[in-house]
């Protein structure tokens, strides 16, 4: 059973950036599709971005020109580059295998002054 282990989330201001982290165990990662999904409180698991196993990107309207998405095969890792962050980034943020339907544990991002 793959696992996947998130980092990089914190405090950040409003128009700051920050890079997400997610590590996968074992050895189909680099034949997997990889997602970032967020949760804000109060509020349902919303779609952030797709990677293909390929290197194709695909995101959410609310993010697209600000957050990459990006992977590293050799370290079984995928990043979340977000920049220009606005307060409702607020949330945890999850990586996701769609083809496992294996999560991450999450890691919070909250963007205030």
């Known amino acids: 059973q793959v696992q996947l282990v998130e980092s990089g989330g914190g405090l950040v201001q409003p128009g700051g950036s920050l890079r997400l982290s997610c590590v996968a165990s074992g050895s189909i990662f680099s034949s997997n599709a990889m997602n970032w999904h967020r949760q804000a409180p109060g509020k349902q698991r919303e779609y952030v971005a797709t990677i293909t196993r390929g290197g194709l990107p695909n995101y959410a309207d609310s993010v697209k020109g600000r957050f990459t998405i990006s992977r590293d095969n050799a370290k079984n890792t995928v990043y979340l580059h977000m920049n220009r962050l606005k307060p409702e980034d607020t949330a945890v943020y999850y990586c996701?295998?769609?083809?496992?339907?294996?999560w991450g544990q999450g890691t919070q991002v909250t963007v205030s002054s």
């Open positions: 996701y295998m769609p083809r496992t339907g294996v």
